[in-house]
């Protein structure tokens, strides 16, 4: 499986950004996606992530409210939709996959949000 992110910048307090996490090879076995995301000098950290089956979707408590996670199965493609973003909310955020057996990564992409 490999995993591409885009949709990052710069975007002031209060503002928006969606991301996207373009999926591709043997997404057929995927069994939970999600979004981490690590700041300068954290660990990395879970912000939202569902079952491929749509029986569960879970959030950081900093993030909800505020933050959406969806996807488009005839695209293989996972969103994270922010809203009313904050500084707190800088990081690099990184797209995964996982199934019994293995996890998977993506390169991330970088979300600074000014104040």
């Known amino acids: 499986v490999q995993l591409v992110e885009s949709g990052g910048g710069l975007v002031q307090a209060g503002g928006s950004l969606r991301l996207s996490c373009a999926a591709s090879g043997s997404t057929f076995s995927i069994t939970v996606m999600g979004w981490y995301r690590q700041a300068p000098g954290k660990p990395r950290e879970l912000v939202a992530a569902?079952?491929?089956?749509?029986?569960?979707?879970n959030y950081a408590d900093s993030v909800k409210g505020r933050i959406t996670i969806s996807r488009d199965n005839a695209k293989n493609t996972m969103y994270l939709q922010m809203n009313s973003l904050k500084p707190e909310d800088t990081a690099v955020y990184y797209c995964?996959?996982?199934?019994?057996?293995?996890?998977?990564w993506g390169r991330g992409t970088q979300v600074t949000v000014s104040s």
């Open positions: 995964c996959a996982s199934n019994s057996f293995s996890f998977w």
């Open positions: 569902f079952t491929s089956g749509g029986g569960s979707t």
